[in-house]
């Protein structure tokens, strides 16, 4: 998940990606990149109770992320399978969840 705290798209998907983190744990990890220091990333996702497998801050356009918030399905050799950008509707999120968790 590349996400920013200054993002109100972001703040607005936060109940989803609390949903996404709880389903996907021990069957993917689920990594929050922010643009802010670990420290503030970490404060944002506490206060909304997401608990992803880790938290990373990273210049997005060396990871070719162009918006927030934007989500990548990538595989253990780091081939992008799938993104989202975006706030996802309900059916989005439905999407996503039975993608990254078939």
Do not use: N
Not at 57 to 75: E, N, R, W
Request: charged residues 20%; proline residues 6%; aromatic residues 6%.
């Amino acid at each position: 998940m590349a996400i920013s705290t200054t993002c109100h798209f972001c703040k607005d998907s936060l109940p989803f990606y609390k949903t996404l983190a709880e389903k996907a744990q021990g069957k993917l990890d689920v990594i929050a990149v922010f643009p802010q220091p670990v420290a503030e990333a970490q404060s944002f996702l506490q206060q909304a109770q997401v608990a992803p497998t880790s938290i990373v801050s990273a210049d997005f356009s060396k990871i070719g992320v162009q918006a927030t918030p934007t989500m990548l399905l990538v595989d253990p050799h780091g081939k992008v399978l799938e993104e989202w950008m975006g706030k996802q509707d309900d059916s989005g999120e439905q999407r996503v969840l039975a993608r990254v968790l078939q």
